[in-house]
């Protein structure tokens, strides 16, 4: 990637033509039309607190140094600004008038009836910008580098500004734009930030059926230029539509579930909702489920994966009361401490298993109603626990 540094142009410059879009709250053009001050991976802009805008003004003004700018030059004459847009943005508010600043007394002062000395030197004063030219990856690997407004960027944010286009644009306008008035259904379902690209995100993986960056990123690649996003908005709300029909009450443990892959997994199989419902109750107050987020996936699996549900384990306690009143058994009748090796007729038939050789199991099984308490609770050698649990 090649950098060029340029210390010539003045914030005058740079503000001309400066256009400000009250409606999405960012600053869109400069540099007389040739600079995209928000490029389609920019954040929205989050500088509007007027402390933070004036102290832009009150650097300048005072002669302290803004920090560097960096654009990305994308053709002879057209630039997007890849760090310093909020700085940027600032700026041109406030020679568009859009805030004043406020002295000492509480007295505002909007640019254009500041005095003439210091309306000069904001307008002369230059920016220290470097222009950095480069291939897609080249620039991507860059990104990974710096962090825009002091928050890093993450994958989805760096794979928006490499795959920028008008795929990008009409998928954020879906899922990144948080006056979405779906977002309120969706988040019932999805985790994360709207903003930070966590929904757009999620609606990609389960249209590309991964969760692997590289495939989503290809994805996006595929689509780069496509005019539309029907293939990803029909999927993602096919997904949608399938659990909300399927679970008929949201929980709030449903947030987040890996859904594209149940969707591909689960959607063909018929379920009843009522009793899908009922099943979903039923388990939330049973209190050795200790992973109620697998209770879905346990349900759409047709109840047989137990290891889903982290069924709670017999306490310390329990096993050795249970152990010492086995083994005080096997020793007055000669056989052994685990009941199922004194079944057998090999040697094993009147070994004494020491307390570290066994572990404990549930006599009727947790999925047939056997509750973990000393009641239901014996112990087994290893080998014996394994095979019973594998059944
Ligand atoms: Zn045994």
Redesign the pocket.
């Known amino acids: 990637m090649e950098t060029t540094l340029n210390t010539s142009i003045t914030i005058k410059e740079i503000c001309d033509g400066f256009v400000y879009s009250e409606l999405e709250g960012k600053g869109l053009f400069g540099l007389s039309g040739k600079l995209t001050i928000q490029p389609e991976y920019q954040r929205n802009y989050l500088y509007a607190e007027a402390k933070k805008e004036e102290a832009v003004i009150k650097s300048v003004l005072k002669g302290y140094p803004l920090g560097l700018i960096y654009f990305n030059k994308i053709s002879d004459n057209r630039y997007e600004v890849l760090d310093g847009q909020q700085r940027i943005t600032s700026l041109g508010r406030f020679i568009t008038e859009k805030f004043p600043l406020i002295d000492d007394n509480g007295k505002p002062h909007y640019f254009g009836r500041m005095a003439e000395d210091l309306r000069k030197k904001i307008n002369n004063t230059p920016l220290t910008i470097y222009i950095c030219e480069g291939e897609e990856t080249e620039i991507k690997e860059w990104f990974k580098t710096i962090n825009i407004a002091g928050i890093p960027l993450n994958y989805q944010e760096v794979s928006n500004a490499i795959y920028s286009g008008t795929f990008v644009t009409k998928a954020k306008e879906e899922f990144s734009n948080s006056r979405n008035s779906n977002i309120q259904k969706w988040s019932a379902y999805i985790s994360g930030k709207v903003n930070r690209q966590e929904y757009l995100r999620t609606a990609l993986e389960w249209v590309s059926k991964s969760r692997d960056n590289d495939i989503v990123d290809a994805y996006m690649s595929l689509h780069r230029k496509d005019d539309n996003i029907e293939e990803l908005r029909n999927y993602f709300t096919t997904v949608i539509d399938w659990i909300s029909s399927t679970f008929i009450d949201v929980e709030n443990e449903m947030k987040g579930l890996e859904w594209g892959r149940l969707f591909e997994t689960y959607h063909r199989n018929p379920y009843n909702p009522q009793d899908i419902s009922k099943k979903v109750h039923q388990l939330f107050g049973d209190s050795a489920v200790k992973n109620r987020k697998g209770i879905f996936e346990y349900i759409l699996g047709g109840e047989k994966d137990t290891t889903l549900l982290e069924i709670r384990l017999f306490e310390e306690s329990t096993k050795r009361v249970v152990y010492t009143r086995q083994t005080e058994e096997a020793n007055k009748h000669d056989k ?1 401490n ?4 004194a079944l057998g007729k090999d040697n ?1 038939s009147k070994r004494i ?1 020491k307390y570290s050789e066994m572990d404990a199991d549930h006599v009727t099984a947790w999925s047939n109603g056997g509750a973990t308490d000393i009641k239901n609770c014996q112990m ?2 290893k ?2 626990n394994c095979a019973k649990g594998n059944r």
């Open positions: 052994s685990c009941p199922l090796c094993n298993w087994l050698c080998t014996h």
